[in-house]
C-alpha cells in the first residue's frame, strides 16, 4: 500500500519524505488555508514547493464547481508540475470534468466520496484515484472501512484501474485496516504513520539490548 501524507505544511512532507516511506502528497483548500497560504500565485508557488520535496504524485484541488471553470483551473495546475494530480470533488461538473482531463491524459483525483455508487462513477469517469473519506464517515456513526471493502470488491469485479485512496484517516488502526481491505494507498496525517513505530515491547526490548551491550 502506498503512503501518502495528508497536509500541506512542509516542514512535515519534508520529514516523511525523509523517512523514506513517502509516494505522495494530497492537499485540500482547507489544509493549504491552514499553512495561511493565500493568493493564487502564492498557492500555485506552493504546490511547486511541494513538489520539489517529494518523489510521487501531489494532489492539487480546483476550488471551481462548474465544468469549465474546473478544466482552467485543472490544466493551470497540471502544467506546474508533472507530479500534480488535478483533485475535483465528486459533484456531477466534477464527473464530466475527470472524463475530459481523463481523455487528456491529466491525472485527477476524485475527492469528496462518501458512497460506492460515487466511486463507481469516479471509476468509470477514469479517475486516477478515488478518494473516500473514512473518518467523516467514522464521525456520522457510518461505517468508513466498509466504504473501502466495498469499492475494493466492485473495482476488481470489472478491473478498474482507478486507484482506492483511503482518505480523512485519522489514526493508526485506519492505516492498517486500510492495509487489509486492500486500499491501493492511504492518505494519512504525519501523526498517524509516525504513531506506527511505536511499541512498548520495541522500546523495553531496545532498552534491554542497549544496556546488555554495555556488559
Ligand atoms: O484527505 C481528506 C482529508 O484532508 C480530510 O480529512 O480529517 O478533515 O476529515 P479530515
Redesign the pocket.
Known sequence: MKFFI?TANLAQIKEAQDLGVLDGV?T?P??MAKEGIKGQDNILKHYVDICNIVTGDVSAEVISTDFDGMVKEGEALAKLHPRIVVKVPMIKEGVKAIKYFTGKGIKTNC?LVFSAGQALLAAKAGATYV?P?I??LD?VSTDGLALINDIRIIYDNYAYKTQILA????HPMHIIDCAKLGADVA?C?LSAILALLKHPLTDSGLAQFLADAKK
Open positions: 495528508d494530497t485540500n482547507s489544509l475527492t478518494s473519506f473518518g467523516r464521525d482518505a480523512s484517516v485519522r492518505t496525517p
